[in-house]
């Protein structure tokens, strides 16, 4: 029997290039080596470990008392590093394990799921790639969408956990790789769907787009979904600050049947961006801002250069 709460707070946070310091030759990780120009060292590695598990169990928790029942991950190199972080001094009382599959992006980071064994049973996952070509007309890899179907609260719930690609190329110039990715996270819930109309869906990920871009509103329209990350968006709130302007490329969506109070164990309470004090940066004038990891080949020693982002659903 799976213990219950009254609240349970389901979370996202991009952690920004979580390498473990040894070297895959399948990968471009060179960046993430001891003798690399960042000098990623085993001290750099366990710093990054203990202030990621601190937030992860804080999140939510002033309204919870329990740090969240589900967070996807992006930017994590392998199971060593997720193993690594579930058993650090701050999450290894908090009975947490992950789903977790190797893509073939060109950096060798993939998407996660951590999830609270006292509160979700695991019932199946699998992987959907997204399939994309370069200018030249050859395969262009990015990262997986993960899917994993589980129960909560004596509900079944399909989580979709996303990293969409980048903005790297300019913002238009990419866009058609993330309305490719949308397309494909809209026919795994159209496949859902078709197996049961009812079921619950959680869509959670760093799109690399705000809520207000073609390929949010794509997904939102085609599948149904709810995003309560629309209204949480402002001048003065995101996720993520680019040449001081506040992005919220982090989101949570989901089926509109998380409304129905009658027929569902959980219903929606609430979206945040969680921004406490101390993921932030608290001088210069980047005060505000994540407190990040790295500033290009620059160590500061911080937490991520997203802040997480959470919903709470309540319980029936």
Same mark, same amino acid.
């Given at each position: 029997?799976?213990?219950?709460?009254?609240?349970?707070?389901?979370?996202?946070?991009?952690?920004?290039?979580?390498?473990?310091?040894?070297? @895959?030759?399948?990968?471009?990780?060179?960046?993430?080596?001891?003798?690399?120009?960042? *000098?990623?060292?085993?001290?750099?590695?366990? %710093?990054?470990?203990?202030?990621?598990?601190?937030?992860? &169990?804080?999140?939510? #928790?002033?309204?919870?008392?329990?740090?969240?029942?589900?967070?996807?991950?992006?930017?994590?190199?392998?199971? !060593?590093?997720?193993? @690594?972080?579930?058993?650090?001094?701050?999450?290894?009382?908090?009975?947490?394990?992950?789903?977790?599959?190797? &893509?073939? $992006?060109?950096?060798?980071?993939?998407?996660?799921?951590?999830? !609270?064994?006292?509160?979700?049973?695991?019932?199946? &996952?699998?992987?959907?790639?997204?399939?994309?070509? =370069?200018?030249?007309?050859?395969? @262009?890899?990015?990262?997986?969408?993960?899917?994993?179907?589980?129960?909560?609260?004596?509900?079944?719930?399909?989580?979709?956990?996303?990293? /969409?690609?980048?903005? *790297?190329?300019?913002?238009?110039?990419?866009?058609?790789?993330?309305?490719?990715?949308?397309?494909?996270?809209? +026919?795994?819930?159209?496949?859902?769907?078709?197996?049961?109309?009812?079921?619950?869906?959680?869509?959670?990920?760093?799109?690399?787009?705000?809520?207000?871009?073609?390929?949010?509103?794509?997904?939102?329209?085609?599948?149904?979904?709810?995003?309560?990350?629309?209204?949480?968006?402002?001048? @003065?709130?995101?996720?993520?600050?680019?040449?001081?302007? /506040? =992005?919220?490329? $982090?989101?949570?969506?989901?089926?509109?049947?998380?409304?129905?109070?009658?027929?569902? %164990?959980?219903?929606?309470?609430?979206?945040?961006?969680? #921004?406490? !004090?101390?993921?932030?940066?608290?001088?210069?004038?980047?005060?505000?801002?994540?407190?990040?990891?790295?500033?290009?080949?620059?160590?500061?020693?911080?937490? +991520?250069?997203?802040?997480?982002?959470?919903?709470?659903?309540? +319980?029936?």
């Amino acid at each position: 029997m799976k213990k219950t709460l009254d609240y349970y707070s389901i979370a996202f946070y991009n952690i920004e290039n979580l390498f473990d310091i040894e070297n @895959d030759p399948l990968t471009n990780d060179d960046d993430f080596l001891p003798t690399s120009a960042k *000098r990623w060292t085993i001290k750099r590695y366990q %710093n990054k470990l203990m202030k990621l598990g601190t937030a992860i &169990s804080k999140i939510g #928790k002033d309204d919870t008392e329990v740090a969240p029942v589900l967070v996807g991950l992006a930017e994590v190199e392998n199971q !060593k590093v997720l193993s @690594d972080l579930i058993h650090s001094k701050n999450l290894k009382d908090e009975n947490y394990d992950y789903v977790h599959y190797d &893509s073939l $992006d060109e950096r060798g980071i993939d998407v996660a799921l951590l999830y !609270k064994t006292d509160f979700f049973s695991v019932h199946y &996952s699998e992987t959907f790639s997204v399939y994309l070509q =370069n200018e030249r007309g050859q395969r @262009d890899y990015t990262r997986d969408i993960l899917l994993v179907q589980g129960e909560l609260h004596n509900e079944q719930v399909h989580i979709i956990v996303n990293h /969409w690609p980048s903005r *790297r190329e300019g913002v238009k110039e990419s866009e058609v790789k993330r309305i490719a990715a949308a397309n494909v996270v809209n +026919s795994i819930i159209k496949n859902l769907k078709s197996e049961n109309p009812e079921t619950k869906i959680i869509v959670m990920g760093d799109f690399n787009d705000n809520p207000n871009c073609k390929s949010l509103e794509i997904l939102e329209k085609e599948s149904s979904l709810y995003n309560p990350f629309k209204t949480v968006w402002s001048r @003065d709130n995101g996720s993520l600050s680019y040449n001081f302007q /506040w =992005n919220l490329f $982090d989101q949570i969506l989901f089926s509109t049947n998380f409304f129905d109070t009658n027929n569902s %164990n959980l219903s929606f309470s609430d979206a945040q961006v969680f #921004k406490s !004090k101390f993921l932030e940066q608290y001088k210069s004038k980047y005060k505000g801002q994540p407190f990040r990891t790295y500033v290009g080949l620059k160590y500061k020693g911080g937490y +991520s250069d997203h802040f997480p982002v959470f919903i709470q659903l309540k +319980s029936s």
